[in-house]
Each structure stands twice: as C-alpha cells, then as structure tokens.
C-alpha cells in the first residue's frame, strides 16, 4: 500500500514538473540559448549564458521573419501591414545594399557575405531586439541563405506567398479572377525575374523547412492578407521539446467532437476523457464524489457545480494512463468557470480547439440519430438509404429528444463566446462545417506545427513587496569589506 501511495506521489510530482516546465518554455529558452552558443562560441560559455539569460526570455516571443513572395508582388505594402499588427522592422534588400551602392538585383560574388554582415551589425548593435525584423526579397538564395544561417540569423518563421492569378494583378489587391492559370504557366514567363525567382524558390524551401509557412494568397486584399499572416506569425512553432499533448476539444453537441477525439486519441496514442461518461461513471461508486452526484442529480434534480465537476475531471486526467500518455477532453469545459478551474490543476490542457458548427447542422444531426436497440450501433436517418426493419431495431437515446437538444445547444451558444474570449489566442477555431477528412487535416497541422500554447490564462497581481524584507536603502553607503571581495570585470559580450 505504502509502495502505491509513492508511485502516485511520483507521478504526480512528474506532471506538476512537466506543467510547469511548459508554462515557463524552459525547453525553449534553453533551446535558444544552446543555439547562441554554438553560433557565438564564446570563450566563457558560462557568462555568456548569465548574460544572454536577461534577454532569451524576451526573444522568445519576438516574431523574426522572412518573406518569400514573386518579384511583382507589394511585398513593401505587405511588410507594412505586418509591421503595424506586429511591431517588426521591415528590412528590405536596397536597406542591406546602401553600404555597397549595388542596384543590381543578380547576386554577386561576396555580395551574400556582406549582406549577411551588415543584418548582423544591425542585429547586435540591440535596436532591434524588443520590436523583431522582417527580411524582404533577402535572402534570394539557398547558398546566401545557408550565409545568415551561419552568422546566426535565424528567423522564427518564414513565409512563402503562393500565387496562381497573373503578375499584373499583384500590385494593389490579390484578386483570383484567373483561377485557371496555374503556376505552371508562371514558369513559361519570359520575365528574368520570374524566373530566377522559380529556380531558387526550392532552395529556399529547403534551407528554411523548419519554419516554413505556405500562404494561399486567394481573393484577399493586402490588408486581409497581412492580418492572416500576423495571425501565423503569433503562434509559435515546435522546436522539438518534449511535450504530452493535452487536448481539449470543444465544441456543441452534434459538431463531431466524439468522432474527432477518438481519431485524435488512435492518432496520437492519446486517452480519450468524455466528461459525461466519466461523470456516470463517477456518479455510480459509492465514494463520497459518488454520493455527492447523486444528491445533486437525484434528489435536487441539478447539475452539480463546477468546484464538482471539476474534481471528476482531474481524478480521471491524473491517472496513470494520462500522466504517461496525454489526452484528449471532450464535453467540459461547458461554461467559463469550469474552464478558470481546468487551468488550475496541475495538467491543464496545452491546445485548447474550438470546432464552429452551424446550429441547423448540429440539430439535424442529433434529432436524426437513432441506435441499434440490440447491438448499440449509431444511424443517420438522413444519410442510411436503406434500413432492414425486421433485422435492425432502432431507438432514440433519451439524450436526443428534441426537448433536450434545443436546451443543450441553447445552452452552448450562451457560453461558447465568453469561453472564447477566455482562452484568447491559445487557442484555434476549426471550421467544422467540412468535410471529416479536411477537418481531420486542419487539426493535425495544428497539433503538429504548434507548441504548447498554455501560459496561465488567469491574470495574476503582481507580487507584493514587503518592506521588512528590504535589507538595505540604495542611498545608503556600501560596506568597505564587500567592496574588497568583488570580482574582476567579466567580458562583455553582444548578441545576435
């Protein structure tokens, strides 16, 4: 007994660890400062991490960019869009070239090796390291960029638009009006720019594969195309630390939540939690949780609150099986509070996705189920063209009168928005209203392509000062036997 009492306790110790270091990005910030010290080699390695220690934890969240776009494109109008919803500096070619006074576009020999050279003076020289930058029309190839990468100019993500409409109408607005004209027909141009922009694109694409993003420009403006591309730019990418997924889906009934989650939990060897599930399983031991379910469902005929509900869902989420594996929640949380109180368990979920269904759909959907009475198995009226009466014997589960369902989905239109609102930007809405294998698709990418999104969503004051814990007044005069024990001065170095 004692023995299994202490594996909890271990295992309980290891998620509250592994939680905590995912709010903090500890991975992360010691991801880039390994990245530093390769690129730097400093010869103290030790105080170059005490130093660089005060700003990796700002640069963590700085967007750096680099936007691969055709030669006709408004790259400047886009770059100036992005600059306004993010803050970077745009950085464009005839910036980096005005210390060499080259107008040329071709790239000449030693050309690379300078303009790598001034974007990493301007870089260590710190003026750009609380707003971030946006590399335009440079790097152009993959040898020159190979040259950044080299001297530690390492972008967080880059951005390829992909075009298919003519060259003509890329100037002002993104139109699609020739959906017929393929990129194909782009490689046939006799512009020179054209092509050589096609024959390094795939160099491109390699060199910077791990923080690709491709961007269907479509019929959108540049204003629209510049907010969808900050969007992009906000959510960080994957570098390969350690993570469990913990999901939770959410999403009204009859918008395929079930469905995805047991796909998502075969996918990614995840556990599947159902909150109604467990709560009937809950409801059925005789345990205090148990009885106390019962009181509020039997006899006052209520749902139980969310300091209730709550414990239901971290007993199951702290079982060994999650711990080990990571999960998927689907059916809580189904109001704000019970989202507050999921992020403060000691494994709260890290991707938080909202599944948008019309309301007709879900209702059609759920008042057009029937099941097999003797094998259990589900029917769509709707979609079943042919029903054996004398082999299969259906039934409407109690949980889809049509009483009951116009309730449940009342009750999610009521409080999806300021769950919304709360989860903020750690969280994505999928567009459900698809087909199954594109929903599929989109929540994949999004599981694979993202990092742990969670930080607190709880906003915390700040810490209070006491003043008996101030030991001395910074107008008093030092102390002559500290002055004797400080240390030689430690080199000072400039980051990248």
Known sequence: ????????????????????????????????????????????????????????????????????????????????????ELGVQPLTLKDLRDAFS???????????EDLASTMRTILESGILHESGWLLVDVPRTKAEARIFQRLGIIPTHVIQLVVSCEPDNWKNVCTDDTNNQTCNQMKTSK?????RYLKNLQGLR?????????????????????????????????CGVPSLLRIALIGSRGSGCTTL???????????????DYIAEQTRLQQN????????????????????????????FISGYECLKRG????????????????????TPPNRVIFLEVSGNVCRERLLNRRYNIDTGSKHNLSTTKYIDKNDCRLGVHPKDYRLIVERDLQEYEENVIEMMKYAGESAIKIDANQEERVIRENVEAFLMRSAPSWQSRIPRPPPQIDPMDIEYEPDDEPISKVLNNICTCEPKYSFI
């Open 1 to 84: 007994m004692a023995r299994q009492e202490a594996e909890k306790r271990t295992r309980t110790l290891n998620a509250q660890f592994m939680a905590y270091l995912e709010k903090h990005r500890i991975y992360e910030l010691f991801h880039e400062i390994a990245t530093q010290l390769v690129l730097k080699k400093p010869d103290d390695p030790i105080v170059f991490m005490k130093q660089y220690l005060e700003l990796a934890k700002k640069r963590l969240d700085i967007p750096k960019i680099i936007l691969i776009a055709p030669p006709g494109f408004d790259k400047v109008g886009l770059a100036k869009v992005l600059q306004e």
């Open 102 to 112: 080259q107008e040329d576009d071709d790239c000449r020999c030693g050309e690379s």
């Open 191 to 195: 512009d020179p720019k054209t092509r």
């Open 206 to 238: 390699e060199a910077y594969a791990h923080a690709l993003i491709e961007v269907e420009v479509g019929i959108r403006t540049i204003d629209e195309l510049g907010k969808d591309c900050a969007k992009l730019a906000k959510m960080r990418k994957h």
């Open 261 to 275: 989650a047991q796909y998502l939990a075969e996918r990614f060897n995840l556990v599947h939690i159902d909150y």
């Open 288 to 315: 205090p949780l148990g009885e106390m379910l019962r009181l509020f469902e039997d006899k006052w005929g209520e749902r139980p609150k969310p300091e209730i509900r709550i414990k239901i869902v971290e007993k």
């Open 327 to 346: 999960w998927v929640l689907t059916g809580y949380p189904k109001v704000v509070e019970d989202f507050k109180l999921l992020d403060l368990i000691p």
